[in-house]
């Protein structure tokens, strides 16, 4: 049977516009363009409540949801063509980008796209980080990065991080090091 009768041959649903990226099960791929925010996760009325590092709390608020260890950071979401925000509780992810991080033949993971494979369910959730080779930013994802400013900060006081009211916006990491190269 046809399925061009039903649908156009070239349909693709539409992307949602979400700011935030949520990991989907198979392949993810980014490009992380902020340094991370790091801090603790709590959860009071079903609303996730942000500390900065230094200050976690002495227990959570529901003994049955333990506090998070996070980083949130502006990324490149390929399959959403979209700037958006990737909080990352998970240790494995956590430590797989720091372990390239630390690595003399990757380094900093803003020089190269990353992706982050998710197999599996609930507890049996699986993640894996492959790093791709280096490559310059496409200007086109810089430029859209410029587009819409975020400030990462925002997420310790709940307000929107993509708010224009915003004072400050968290600065591209790509820009920085690129003119420390230059130097």
């Not at 942000?50 to 227990?59: G, N, T, V």
């Not at 224009?164 to 090091?177: A, D, L, S």
Request: net charge negative; with cysteine; proline share 8%.
């Amino acid at each position: 049977m046809n399925n061009a009768l039903f649908l156009p041959s070239d349909y693709q649903a539409p992307k949602s516009s979400n700011f935030y990226m949520k990991i989907q099960d198979g392949e993810n791929k980014i490009r992380i363009l902020s340094q991370p925010i790091l801090g603790w996760e709590d959860w009071i009325d079903k609303k996730p409540v942000r500390y900065r590092l230094s200050e976690k709390p002495q227990k959570p608020h529901d003994n049955k949801k333990p506090l998070k260890h996070f980083w949130s950071m502006i990324v490149w979401n390929y399959t959403e063509e979209e700037i958006q925000i990737l909080h990352i509780t998970q240790a494995s992810i956590r430590s797989s980008i720091e372990a390239l991080s630390h690595d003399s033949d990757w380094g900093l993971p803003y020089f190269y796209d990353i992706k982050i494979i998710r197999r599996g369910n609930m507890m049996e959730t699986e993640y894996m980080v492959n790093p791709l080779p280096h490559k310059s930013l496409d200007p086109i994802i810089a430029e859209r990065f410029y587009e819409r400013p975020c400030n990462l900060d925002a997420l310790f006081s709940n307000k929107d991080p993509f708010s224009h009211e915003n004072e400050f916006f968290t600065p591209g990491m790509f820009n920085k090091i690129e003119r420390i190269k230059e130097v």
